[in-house]
């Protein structure tokens, strides 16, 4: 099950990003998130609190992702309201391997097409191979890898 969040649902979010910052540090993952950076404090300054949907595994929040009608810095060309922004997609190591992910990503397919939106763009760690195969099993397709600022190795990815 997906819901969207509510104010009440502030602590999930932080809760099941920070567990994801934990889990790549331990690994030795390259990654953009900190435990600053996943505070709602911070997340709050580009993102609404209903940008973020809650997936639920035996009634336990499981995963989490954010969407949004527009992504300025990294998809600049696209008009606004024209593509679905799939953000924050994280998964509680204890909910890992059961599909939550697949779960949230077809809930945004279904999303956009139930809106008529055509496309569902994201962007991710160019360097993080098993999460660009998750994105690519599920239909994305790269188009462009570039750096953002000289430090962010990034892969942009669309499924249209």
Known sequence: MVKQADENDIPIIEEILLDAVNWMSKRG???QWNETNVKWSILSKSYKI???YIAYHNGQPSAIMALTDYDPTYWPNIPKGESLYLHKLAVKRLSA???ASKELIDFAKNLAHNNGIKAIR???NQHRA???AIYENEGFVCVEE???D???DTA???FA
């Open 130 to 132: 098993k999460l660009r």
């Open 122 to 124: 994201l962007n991710c």
């Open 156 to 158: 942009l990815y669309v």
């Open 146 to 148: 570039k750096s953002f």
């Open 50 to 52: 209903n940008n973020f």
């Open 29 to 31: 993952e390259p990654n």
């Open 97 to 99: 391997g059961k599909g």
């Open 150 to 152: 000289g430090i962010n």
